[in-house]
Nanobody
Framework: QVQLVESGGGLVQAGGSLRLSCAVS????????MGWFRQAPGKNREFVAA????????AYADSVKGQFTISRDNAKNTVYLQMNNLKPEDTAVYYC????????????????WGQGTQVTVSS
């Protein structure tokens, strides 16, 4: 059974930082690209960041470039999202997703999803 479990969300003031984690089990983690997506109330789920199998190429949405950093630890089957200088518009539920593709940038490329973790940024 594949499981993705996000953690690290919470309430933070604008300008603050959070580090999200996504622990994965039930699949060969090192053979899956991992992505972070987010969904704000009333909006579609959108791509945030992704990292390829071996932790090589990364991809970011233009809105978070230079602000967020994705990384992975294949020994711990975990992917991270370091979020700095958070803004109220970053408020959303953040989801991690796994894909057998080399890299992902779209929700349609995800085979497995976590349950999400809420990030709320106050102004």
């Amino acid at each position: 059974q594949v499981q993705l479990v996000e953690s690290g969300g919470g309430l933070v003031q604008a300008g603050g930082s959070l580090r999200l984690s996504c622990a994965v089990s039930g699949l060969t983690f090192s053979r899956y690209a991992m992505g972070w997506f987010r969904q704000a109330p009333g909006k579609n789920r959108e791509f945030v960041a992704a990292i390829s199998w071996g932790g090589g190429p990364t991809a970011y949405a233009d809105s978070v470039k230079g602000q967020f950093t994705i990384s992975r630890d294949n020994a711990k089957n975990t992917v991270y999202l370091q979020m700095n200088n958070l803004k109220p518009e970053d408020t959303a539920v953040y989801y991690c997703g796994a894909s057998p593709r080399f890299q992902v940038i779209a929700t349609t490329q995800i085979d497995y999803w976590g349950q999400g973790t809420q990030v709320t940024v106050s102004s």
